[in-house]
């Protein structure tokens, strides 16, 4: 079966400080990954996705990067942090985007901001 | 212009009762739609989806939800409730580009 790992599960970082999430699935190949931010709780806002290695689409300009150095790894990353960077950060998958393939989502890290 | 819209902020139903949890959409063509749950401080977890076929999808958990075209809806249900259904409520319908567009959410309370 597939699962999605993602961590860390909490960080709290100094403003201007560098950013490193990092998700990675097992039990697929080629998956499709995204990286979405929660923000209060509630809507989600998706952020970045990805077809394959090397892939990425941005959804939102903002402070932030992904990458995909390998199949089933996603990355986000940001070189100076913002206060307004806090907030739910959820990693996702889905074999294939063109059907009504189901997301799977991980289990989300809190990022603070300070 | 593709939308999702999810009318209550918060539902409350008392444990044993029937809940029902709203959610209409706009997109066009043949619409896929999805129910996630949110516990708190957790990733979504999904419920069920609705593709084609027959309009009562059935998913996890014991919840359903009926696939209405002509209303544009696609409301969850539940024959009886449990405490432990309390959570953040997502519908979500797929749109011209693949991408899920979500609703807001709906915070389902159960009271004991």
């Known amino acids: 079966s597939q699962t999605i790992h993602q961590w860390p599960a909490t960080l709290v970082q100094p403003v201007g400080s560098p950013l490193s999430l990092e998700c990675t699935v097992e039990?697929?190949?080629?998956?499709?990954l995204y990286w979405y931010r929660q923000a209060a709780g509630r809507g989600l806002q998706l952020l970045f996705y990805s077809v394959g290695i090397g892939q990425i689409s941005s959804e939102v300009p903002q402070n932030l990067s992904a990458s995909r150095p390998q199949d089933r790894q996603f990355i986000l990353s940001s070189k100076k942090l913002l206060l307004s960077d806090s907030g739910f950060y959820l990693c996702?998958?889905?074999?294939?985007?063109?059907?009504?393939?189901?997301?799977?989502f991980g289990e989300g890290s809190w990022l603070t901001v300070v | 212009a593709q939308s999702v819209a999810q009318p209550e902020d918060q539902v409350n139903v008392a444990e044993g009762n029937p809940l029902t949890v709203k959610c209409t959409y706009s997109?066009?063509?043949?619409?896929?739609l999805f129910w996630y749950v949110q516990y708190p401080n957790r990733g979504l977890q999904f419920l069920l989806k609705y593709i084609t076929g027959d309009n009562l999808v059935k998913g996890s958990y014991g919840f359903e939800a009926e696939f209405n075209k002509s209303q544009t809806s696609f409301h969850l249900k539940k024959p009886s409730a449990l405490v432990s259904d309390s959570a953040l409520y997502f519908c979500a319908v797929r749109g011209y580009n693949y991408q899920l567009i979500w609703g807001a959410g709906t915070k389902l309370i159960i009271k004991p």
């Open positions: 996702a998958w889905s074999q294939d985007r063109a059907s009504g393939n189901t997301i799977y």
């Open positions: 997109v066009s063509g043949n619409p896929y």
């Open positions: 039990g697929t190949s080629n998956p499709n």
